[in-house]
């Protein structure tokens, strides 16, 4: 079935990094643009990162431009996104989707979402 | 914090039509198409609405999505148990070199 899969998530120290991954299976990963959500315990949806089928376009959010770097390997079917520099604010659970296409155009609306990984920054 | 602005909360009794508001801007919802999401408790969002009123095949013709101007609405009529959520609008931020936002989010309740 079509589902993204999370990992990489946990527990991580002000200033530190990690990387997480986002594994898509199910359908075809390169025709669709992908992104990164995240929501902070009890808060609501924060849209982090898009990237282009392809991977030449790129956004960021204000909160995590210069830290965040959003990646995609289409023959391994997956997407990343390291983050360095976290902060205790980044505590949260992280998500990846994919857009959705409707008759072979690209809409921005996130039709598949990974169950999410949790990230939690702290001394 | 968020450019989109939705009521904290909105309520309902079984069989009801609840409307949740979406209020923006001309660089956002002014000049793009809104999409609106659901948050089942614990669960990643799915999306109700995409192209500010069409239904993605699945979503029940209960939900219904409109806009006008710089502001959008979604609609739940018959209003069930399971429609017990969070709601969440978004849309494409053109004044922010390539921004998708999400509004504050609405948690609707069945009474």
């Known amino acids: 079935q079509v589902q993204l899969v999370e990992s990489g998530g946990g527990l991580v120290k002000p200033g530190g990094s990690l990387r997480l991954s986002c594994a898509g299976s199910?359908?075809?990963?390169?025709?669709?643009?992908m992104n990164w959500i995240r929501q902070a315990p009890g808060k609501g949806l924060e849209w982090l990162s898009y990237?282009?089928?392809?991977?030449?376009?790129?956004y960021y959010a204000d909160s995590v431009k210069g830290r965040f770097t959003v990646s995609r390997d289409n023959a391994k079917k997956s997407l990343y996104l390291q983050m360095n520099s976290l902060r205790a604010e980044d505590t949260a659970v992280y998500y990846c989707?994919?857009?959705?296409?409707?008759?072979?155009?690209?809409?921005?609306?996130?039709?598949?979402w990974g169950q999410g990984t949790t990230v939690t920054v702290s001394s | 914090q968020s450019v989109l602005t939705q009521p904290p909360s909105a309520s309902g009794t079984p069989g009801q039509r609840v409307t949740i508001s979406c209020s923006g801007s001309?660089?956002?919802?002014?000049?793009?198409?809104v999409y609106w999401y659901q948050q089942l408790p614990g669960t990643a969002p799915k999306v109700l609405i995409y192209?500010?009123?069409q239904r993605p095949s699945g979503v029940p013709d209960r939900f219904s999505g409109s806009k006008s101007g710089t502001s959008a609405s979604l609609a739940i009529s018959g209003l069930r148990s399971e429609d017990e959520a969070d709601y969440y609008c978004?849309?494409?931020?053109?004044?922010?070199?390539?921004?998708?936002?999400f509004g504050t989010g609405t948690r609707v309740t069945v009474l």
């Open positions: 989707a994919r857009e959705m296409l409707v008759s072979g155009f690209s809409y921005h609306a996130m039709d598949v």
């Open positions: 199910g359908f075809t990963f390169s025709d669709h643009h």
């Open positions: 990237i282009s089928t392809s991977g030449t376009v790129i």
């Open positions: 001309s660089s956002n919802i002014g000049s793009n198409y």
């Open positions: 192209r500010s009123n």
């Open positions: 978004a849309a494409w931020d053109d004044s922010l070199s390539g921004h998708y936002v």
